[in-house]
């Protein structure tokens, strides 16, 4: 890896897809050679101009992606454009065919075998044929809820049972996931977006059973719940103005039962102004561990920083569709 320069596409550029931009932009380990949207107020534009650097870099937004990949040629397409496997397949589907290595945040691409055993399977030959490889990783899915903890497993004499909790204050986060929270939205309103399936976070299902896969447990069963955490006060965000007895946020639990007990617990609460902040890893067994990182990882800059370092374990793993567990240790890299 030592001196190598990777060069990569962004493909969307949403929030997440400009900071990954602007931090590859910002690192001399890496070389932005293109970026791809469909957005018509973004096409066009220099990336540089789009992400507020102030300078042109470059690097144009092109709408045709099939044209900036095959012009390109890029060791690696940095993919940002959504949370749902069955909907961004064709993006991936094409970078693949077209040679690319993929590191994606689509949060069920984490481990896609656990919602879209067919889809992961297609996807996995379909990179195998074309000698690249695709990951699906964030900061969670993809780190604080699995990867982690199987980490942090390694200096324990044997686990019996995972249990993680993750406060998040979302007042701190991008406009899109104070949405998907439901800010401002009554108990009645939250209740129908849950049932939609618009009102969540994505991956809890995803973290446990890479976190499974990683121990060797084989997951008989696994149970979700989602309900709203309510304003106790006015809540002012730089999006939202939520009132008291409004939601402002979400409360969701993961568990997944093995050998017929509850081994892994994912408590994820994220909401406005939530405090304290935090993050923490508790290991059940013979002899516990916990492990708390106060404030908790902030998501936005977290996912964008994994994303990218993960960035050359891809384009030198062995062809196929991986995940965090099978790649070599993510480190930064300047």
């Avoid at 939601?247 to 405090?275: K, P, S």
Wanted: aromatic share 6%; proline share 6%; with cysteine.
């Amino acid at each position: 890896m030592s001196g190598r320069v990777y060069r990569v596409v962004q493909f969307g550029l949403g929030p997440i897809g400009q900071e990954l931009a602007k931090l590859a932009i910002e690192r001399r380990s890496y070389q932005l050679v293109g970026a791809i949207d469909i957005d018509p107020t973004k096409v066009g534009r220099d990336v540089g101009e789009l992400i507020g650097l102030g300078q042109p870099v470059g690097v144009v937004v092109r709408a045709d992606a099939e044209a900036v990949l095959a012009e390109t040629r890029p060791d690696c397409v940095l993919h940002a454009t959504g949370s749902y496997l069955d909907r961004v397949f064709p993006q991936l589907e094409l970078a693949v065919r077209l040679g690319c290595n993929v590191v994606s945040t689509c949060e069920e691409l984490a481990f896609p075998a656990a919602g879209h055993p067919e889809l992961a399977a297609r996807l996995d030959a379909l990179a195998r044929e074309h000698g690249v490889t695709v990951l699906g990783t964030g900061v969670n899915p993809g780190y604080v809820m699995d990867t982690l903890p199987l980490f942090f497993s390694g200096v324990a004499q044997a686990v019996t049972a995972v249990r993680v909790e993750r406060i998040q204050n979302a007042s701190t986060r991008r406009r899109p996931l104070q949405e998907k929270i439901g800010s401002g939205k009554t108990i009645e309103e939250f209740q129908e977006l849950v049932a939609a399936g618009t009102v969540r976070h994505v991956g809890l299902r995803e973290s446990a059973y890479l976190l499974a896969a990683g121990l060797g447990w084989t997951i008989e069963h696994y149970e979700e719940r989602i309900e709203p955490v309510l304003a106790e006060r006015r809540i002012v965000t730089q999006y939202f103005t939520v009132e008291p007895g409004r939601v402002c946020g979400v409360d969701q639990l993961g568990r997944a039962f093995v050998a017929g007990e509850e081994r892994i617990t994912l408590h994820l609460r994220m909401y406005l102004d939530a405090d304290p902040a935090y993050d923490r890893v508790r290991l059940e067994g013979p002899t516990p561990l916990e492990l708390v990182i106060p404030g908790g990882l902030q998501g936005d800059r977290a996912t964008t920083a994994i994303a990218l370092n993960a960035v050359p374990r891809v384009v030198e793993h062995a062809p196929g569709l991986v995940t965090m567990a099978d790649l070599p240790l993510v480190t930064a890299r300047n």
